[in-house]
């Protein structure tokens, strides 16, 4: 009789333990959440389908990222883009086009414009991507999207130098992605949503396949964002992050 007491005391503690070591914080979610989606270095190549009023197109680019402070892009289609890069070093964003053949610096009210049509803005590209860094996360409960659960966060900002406010985030449970996003001005304004529509596997690591941005102060249906191909602690010349890399 003692054996089997002493045998269930044991289990209570392993199955409490188990409990209490899955009991995480909005800011352990956070960072699972940065670790899928920050790297020492990374090279991608990527389709954006921006659904406008005029009807949709496709751009197609690759971007050359270090850490979080440094990227490169080069546009490589349609004939209308191709040629156009851009250049991010910390929170400053420049651009160079083959028909303008100068170096413009993105600034001020212009970083809230929208990167090439798209529900993207200059603003979402030069913004620091470790979400840690910038908000308090906060659980508010638990939901399912397409059928995963998920943790559901709210984020407000810990400084006034961000694009928005405050977020709202689904987060897978298991993959620890943001399944579905909302973002808010000051006001309490809905300003953006992204959804990520399929994910992929790399190493250890989850990773976005395709997402939906939607502007919902903009017409249209949304920007698709594919990610054709990404390679992951890959090595990259210094040289490609310099504005002298802009007009090469």
Request: proline share 3%.
């Amino acid at each position: 009789m003692k054996k089997i007491i002493v045998f269930i005391v044991v289990i209570l503690i392993i199955y409490c333990n188990a409990l209490f070591a899955e009991q995480l914080s909005g800011r352990d979610i956070l960072e699972k959440v940065d670790k899928n989606f920050i790297a020492q270095n990374r090279i991608s190549t990527s389709t954006m389908i921006i659904k406008g009023r005029r009807g949709t197109r496709r751009v197609k680019s690759k971007s050359w990222i270090q850490g979080t402070e440094k990227a490169f892009t080069e546009y490589l289609s349609p004939a209308s883009e191709k040629g156009t890069k851009m250049l991010k070093i910390k929170d400053e964003l420049w651009t160079w086009t083959p028909s303008a053949d100068r170096i413009i610096k993105i600034a001020g009210h212009m970083l809230r414009q929208s990167l090439l049509g798209s529900d993207v803005s200059y603003e979402d590209f030069t913004e620091d991507p470790i979400l840690n860094n910038i908000y308090d996360a906060k659980i508010l409960g638990e939901e399912k999207v397409d059928n995963r659960p998920c943790y559901v966060l709210e984020l407000t900002t810990k400084t006034d130098k961000v694009a928005y406010y405050s977020r709202k985030l689904w987060i897978d449970q298991q993959r620890y992605l943001p399944l579905r996003e909302d973002r808010f001005a000051r006001s309490g304004k809905l300003i953006k949503t992204i959804k990520i529509q399929e994910v992929l596997k790399i190493g250890n690591r989850w990773y976005p396949k395709k997402m939906v941005f939607k502007d919902v102060l903009k017409k249209g249906s949304g920007t698709e964002f594919i990610i054709d191909s990404v390679t992951f602690n890959a090595e990259i010349p210094k040289h490609i992050f310099s504005k002298a890399s802009l007009r090469r």
